[in-house]
Nanobody, 123 residues
Framework: QLQLVESGGGLAQPGGSLRLSCALSGTPEIYVIGWFRQAPGKEREGVSCIGKTGGSTQYADSVKGRFTISRDNAKGMVYLQMNSLKPEDTGIYYC?????????????????WGQGIPVTVSS
């Protein structure tokens, strides 16, 4: 069974940056990987996803131009570089893995989930 472990969260100031990492066990190259987040009092939402080879990516409108997703299958790692952070980026961030065609930020597409890591953007 695939295991995912997030790291790199914490506190950042508005306008600052953080890089989240997701370590995957097993055979990561067969999975589409997504990042999701859940803000306090809100439902979990999709942030970004990346195809199996890293050649295709998708972003939520709210993070386009600020966040960059990447992966290194040889290392079993997926990254989410978050720049120009805003207070509304605050939440628990989850990485997830699924096997499906194409890309998508639908939670039901993803079968495996990490435990989540908190990100707080505040001055």
């Amino acid at each position: 069974q695939l295991q995912l472990v997030e790291s790199g969260g914490g506190l950042a100031q508005p306008g600052g940056s953080l890089r989240l990492s997701c370590a995957l066990s097993g055979t990561p190259e067969i999975y589409v990987i997504g990042w999701f987040r859940q803000a306090p009092g809100k439902e979990r939402e999709g942030v970004s996803c990346i195809g199996k080879t890293g050649g295709s990516t998708q972003y939520a409108d709210s993070v386009k131009g600020r966040f960059t997703i990447s992966r290194d299958n040889a290392k079993g790692m997926v990254y989410l570089q978050m720049n120009s952070l805003k207070p509304e980026d605050t939440g628990i961030y989850y990485c997830a893995a699924g096997i499906f065609l194409g890309l998508g930020l639908v939670q039901g597409f993803y079968d495996y989930w990490g435990q989540g890591i908190p990100v707080t953007v505040s001055s």
